[in-house]
């Protein structure tokens, strides 16, 4: 049976789709000459190649949605794995409060330094408060998933206009 016909095992790298092995011409004892062809990534490959890529470059911009997405998934699974780690996330909810109050009493601030010092503060304070529930109830009881987009919203602008401005 001729070498040509004869099915061989190949290996081959990832990314591989088609090894061919053409005639050889001239002399039997030369090398044979391996052509590779490598496969054609699909359009969605390309696409998600292009928006991991995005994703990446622009990581550090939005680190506070990819804190979301860790927190609801988090969540997600003490809702159903312990749903009782609600009261103990219960009590942190008044962290940022005590913070805030901690930090006006060292170092007194006002207008503009007072009032980020205050959206702070209550925004921690709404995502705590989230967090608890959403533990307790799960991540898509009732008005919850509304709650987590409104919360993610203005903590993405407040990271985009900080990191801007400094």
Same mark, same amino acid.
């Given at each position: 049976m001729s070498s040509r016909t004869r099915t061989r095992r190949?290996?081959?790298?990832?990314?591989?789709?088609?090894?061919?092995?053409?005639?050889?011409r001239?002399?039997?004892?030369?090398q044979p000459v391996l052509v590779v062809v490598p496969e054609r990534p699909s359009i969605a490959r390309e696409l998600a190649g292009w928006a991991g890529g995005l994703l990446w470059r622009f990581r550090h911009a939005l680190a506070p949605t990819g804190i979301a997405l860790a927190v609801f998934?988090?969540?997600a699974l003490l809702?159903?794995?312990a749903w009782w780690s609600a009261l103990v996330l219960a009590p942190a909810v008044a962290a940022p409060i005590g913070w805030l109050l901690f930090v006006q009493r060292r170092h007194p601030a006002h207008r503009t330094t007072l009032a980020w010092?205050?959206?702070? *503060? %209550? +925004? !921690?304070?709404l995502a705590l408060a989230w *967090? %608890? +529930? !959403?533990?307790?109830?799960?991540p898509? *009881?009732?008005p919850l998933e509304l709650l987590w987009l409104l919360l993610l919203l203005p903590a993405q602008t407040g990271w985009l206009i900080v990191r801007r401005t400094h």
């Open positions: 190949v290996k081959t790298t990832a990314g591989v789709h088609t090894v061919r092995l053409p005639r050889q001239g002399r039997r004892t030369a998934v988090v969540t809702h159903a794995l010092r205050i959206a702070t *503060a %209550a +925004l !921690a304070t *967090a %608890a +529930l !959403a533990a307790g109830f799960g898509l *009881a009732g």
